[in-house]
């Protein structure tokens, strides 16, 4: 079937795509690659990828291009689910006899949910969806394909046996082939990266057991498994030479550096072609690790500290002290590679005063830029079930994780802490993380190296006062 791999119309500036962590309106207009549906993509002969909020294509426009498709993949998730579900009605509507189907964590956890939320929705995809997606468009019956849920011609819902995870990550074929063929690049910026950027994953799966984070408990695993550092560089290279305006090459695995000697052999692989580069990492990488890195490319690591506060740290199994992520940010600092960090508020275990410890801690550690979030919890994890259970959350109740402009909203209230007072803790930790003097000159002086970076901060500097004043409303 002429398939379409599809990130439908959404909130301007909305972050939902399918390579985002948690899917809300950024404070400064952000889009990552949608990773996760340009790698079926490239698997299935004939496909495109299209991704209408980066592109600013319209609901009437990508109405228009799907009309010449006969199977629509949808990548969707909670926040984002209503307008999806919404626009494969409107896709119905015009071309009865399109095939629908939806991928992401929202469906692989609700099934059931997913497809009895509206009669548009044919099927979804469960578990890792690569190989499901495949077999679909090949025109496999529904009932013969593993990972699959599926509704009958009388409305009831199917449930097939789980498809087995994918060992052998060589297998898969390289996305940034797709990203070239069927993305516009420029379209695609993050704040703390350089512009142009690629982002790819080396790996699925994480380890940790973060009771908040969403793919590893949904639809990656806990289990880390990985591309060969020759496949990795290959790509790479692959990028250099026919992606000549991409700056800076992001790796997305939720920690690329948690097998050292690999994440050590990648480096110096990259070394050698000469590229800049940036990943995830947790906060406890050696300085000798640190080093290597740096020495061939590293430029940036993207940190998530989430508190500040150890007992918070321990109740979200993050696998991670307070000190030691000092001594890391240090490294990092006298090593110069610079840290966007990531916090979370809302968090089992917060209360006023673990919010001014957090706030104080992203002062005194200080990574360049930071990125606060408020805890989503999102269904198919730990935090989720937490929170049903300790009546934090309703059970049942719809979450509504953003507002009608797509901005984040704190879900979770606590008995000694409201989500209203959750929710306005994010514009005070801004504040007073950015509107000091000491960090108003950093950036300042930032901007007075370059002019490309003088134009890019004062945009950057409208929308995130602009993202302030609509929080404070």
């Not at 926040?79 to 119905?92: G, I, N, Q, V, Y």
């Not at 300790?390 to 606590?414: P, T």
């Amino acid at each position: 079937m002429k398939t379409l791999f599809l990130q439908a119309p959404s909130f301007d500036g909305f972050d939902g795509g399918a390579g985002s962590r948690y899917q809300a309106k950024r404070e400064i207009k952000s889009f990552w690659y949608p990773t996760w549906l340009a790698q079926p993509a490239a698997m299935v002969p004939g496909s495109r990828l299209l991704d209408a909020p980066a592109d600013g294509i319209s609901v009437q426009e990508t109405l228009d291009i799907a009309a010449g498709y006969d199977l629509i993949i949808i990548h969707t998730s909670t926040p984002s689910f209503p307008t999806d579900a919404r626009f494969a009605e409107e896709l119905k509507i015009r071309k009865p006899s399109l095939l629908i189907g939806m991928v992401g964590a929202k469906p692989a956890v609700e099934p059931d949910g997913t497809l009895g939320a509206s009669p548009a929705i044919d099927f979804v995809c469960r578990e890792e969806f690569d190989y499901t997606c495949v077999e679909v468009s090949q025109g496999i019956p529904l009932k013969d394909i593993t990972g699959l849920s599926y509704k009958l011609a009388d409305g009831s819902i199917v449930h097939n046996p789980p498809r087995q995870m994918i060992e052998n990550m060589d297998e898969l074929p390289f996305v940034a082939p797709i990203y070239k063929r069927d993305l516009k690049v420029d379209n695609y910026f993050i704040g703390y990266l350089k512009h142009p950027y690629v982002s790819i994953y080396t790996g699925r799966g994480c380890r940790s057991r973060c009771t908040f984070c969403l793919w590893p408990q949904t639809v990656g695993g806990h289990r880390y498994r990985t591309r060969s550092a020759e496949s990795v560089i290959a790509e790479v290279k692959w990028i250099k030479e026919n992606m000549p305006e991409v700056k800076e090459i992001m790796f997305d695995d939720d920690t690329f550096t948690d097998f050292r000697p690999r994440a050590e052999e990648i480096a110096r692989g990259l070394g050698e072609l000469g590229v800049t580069w940036s990943c995830n990492a947790k906060a406890n990488v050696p300085y000798s690790t640190l080093k290597i890195m740096r020495d061939n490319g590293l430029r940036l690591l993207l940190v998530g500290y989430e508190s500040g506060d150890d007992q918070i740290l321990l109740n979200i199994k993050k696998g991670l002290r307070t000190d030691i992520a000092r001594r890391f940010t240090a490294d990092c600092r006298e090593l110069g590679i610079t840290i966007h960090g990531t916090f979370i508020l809302g968090l089992p275990g917060e209360t006023q005063e673990t919010i001014e410890k957090t706030i104080q801690y992203a002062k005194d550690i200080n990574p360049h830029t930071i990125q606060v979030s408020l805890a989503a919890p999102y269904p198919g994890t730990t935090l989720y079930k937490q929170s049903v259970d300790n009546g934090w959350l309703k059970e049942n109740k719809v979450i509504n994780l953003v507002n009608d402009r797509g901005v984040q909203l704190a879900a979770i209230s606590y008995p000694h802490l409201s989500s209203e007072e959750i929710y306005h803790s994010v514009e005070v930790f801004y504040k007073r993380f950015y509107f000091r003097p000491s960090k108003i000159w950093e950036i300042v002086r930032e901007m007075l190296g370059s002019w490309d970076m003088t134009k890019r901060r004062l945009r950057e500097g409208v929308e995130f006062f602009r993202f302030l004043h609509s929080h404070e409303a």
